[in-house]
């Protein structure tokens, strides 16, 4: 197989997964109700919305004029791909929703997950488009599954389904079938599975960005384990995970981290926010829309959830971006690898994060200034 094959070889799915690099992961409860039950983590999300919001599409149109200027690989293959297949990602897509599973027993990521798209497609456009292509005649071809238009690659096992016009899998055979078979009403859905069902009715109406992750019994055992004898040896209690995003002229993203007791809670929520307090006092010196950032986190506990929250204003997203990707910034600098791209968020070596100070702690530091008083007097 050449090293310089055509960027159409998967063209749609190229083009489809390319989104999940925009800032914009959204809710869209229609979609995720397409998922059939099973999973771990869910990511959902409304496109449509998103870009209807003028600043972000403007914030957006910036990254990526400058990501092309500044020639970011990947970037010109998915505009010749976008030209022929005539589907842009940030016009045409509409809603997008991901289910992964819990990671394997060794703590790798999952490689067997599931994506839906909702979009204005031109299957016939598509299809014919790599039919001409021969490049992608090398490994890859249009097929059948299930009675639905397919485009696969040779050797890979995850591929493209047309579930309908607008909406289009994307996963291996097994879960496609399970698309399928929720898509026809004869398979279980997402949101009637334990630990999804209460989760998906925490996410507040039209909310734009959502990201929920139910933990079975042998993730939080793996969690447990990989966390005992370090200061987040709690994080082994949590039960689910609950991010959401809404963007208007902030970003406001509130994470919600439930746990077995309301103490455990209590004692993740003081681990996270030590974990940031580390990272404002490695600072000193870091660009000012790092500290920004670091000073928009709030944090607080409700029974058995900690809620940590963070506010920061669209406009200033770029200055954080940019650096990144390794591009240099309205202000001249630039960012990459060996540049500063924000304080580290790692206490030093030997230390602890920094935690809110306890009951037994400020007791013990009563006892050691009477002492200290007692010792000053003689």
Excluded: C
């Excluded at 022929?84 to 060794?106: N, S, T």
């Excluded at 609950?242 to 002229?249: E, N, P, Q, S, Y």
């Excluded at 963070?310 to 990144?324: D, N, R, T």
């Amino acid at each position: 197989m050449s090293a310089h094959r055509h960027p159409l070889a998967l063209a749609l799915p190229v083009v489809l997964a390319a989104t999940l690099l925009w800032p914009g992961l959204a809710p869209a409860q229609d979609l995720v109700s397409h998922l059939p039950a099973g999973g771990a983590v869910v990511i959902s999300v409304d496109l449509a919305k998103l870009m209807a919001n003028a600043e972000l599409k403007k914030l957006v149109d910036e990254q990526l004029a400058a990501a092309r200027q500044a020639k970011i690989p990947g970037l010109m293959e998915l505009d010749e791909a976008v030209k022929i297949l005539q589907f842009d990602p940030l016009k045409d897509l509409r809603q997008l929703a991901v289910l992964m599973p819990a990671p394997g027993p060794d703590g790798r990521p999952p490689d067997e997950g599931l994506a839906l798209f909702r979009g204005a497609f031109q299957k016939e456009a598509m299809v014919a488009a790599l039919e001409k292509d021969e490049s992608f005649k090398v490994d890859g071809k249009i097929d059948t599954f299930e009675g639905l238009t397919a485009i696969r690659a040779t050797g890979k096992p995850d591929f493209a389904v047309f579930l309908a016009p607008d909406l289009v899998a994307v996963g291996n055979e097994a879960r496609l079938k399970e698309a399928i078979a929720v898509q026809n009403g004869k398979g279980a859905a997402l949101p009637a599975s334990p630990g999804f069902a209460d989760l998906v009715k925490r996410v507040p109406p039209g909310t734009p960005i959502w990201i929920g992750a139910a933990l079975p019994p042998e993730t939080r055992q793996q969690i447990a384990l990989a966390a005992s004898d370090t200061p987040y040896a709690a994080v082994g209690r949590m039960t689910d995970l609950l991010l959401t995003i809404d963007i208007t002229t902030t970003i406001e993203a509130r994470l919600q981290v439930r746990a077995d007791t309301p103490e455990a809670a209590g004692t993740i929520g003081s681990a996270i926010e030590g974990t940031i307090a580390q990272a404002r006092l490695n600072a000193t010196g870091a660009p000012a829309e790092w500290v920004k950032l670091l000073n928009g986190f709030t944090f607080k506990a409700d029974g058995p959830v900690a809620i940590v929250g963070l506010s920061y204003p669209l406009a200033e997203v770029k200055g954080l971006v940019l650096p990144i990707l390794g591009i240099a910034t309205s202000a001249g600098t630039a960012s990459g690898p060996e540049g500063t791209s924000g304080p580290s968020m790692s206490p030093p070596a030997d230390t602890d994060p920094e935690m809110p100070p306890t009951d037994d702690d400020e007791e013990g530091a009563e006892e050691g200034d009477q002492e200290g008083d007692g010792g000053s007097d003689t």
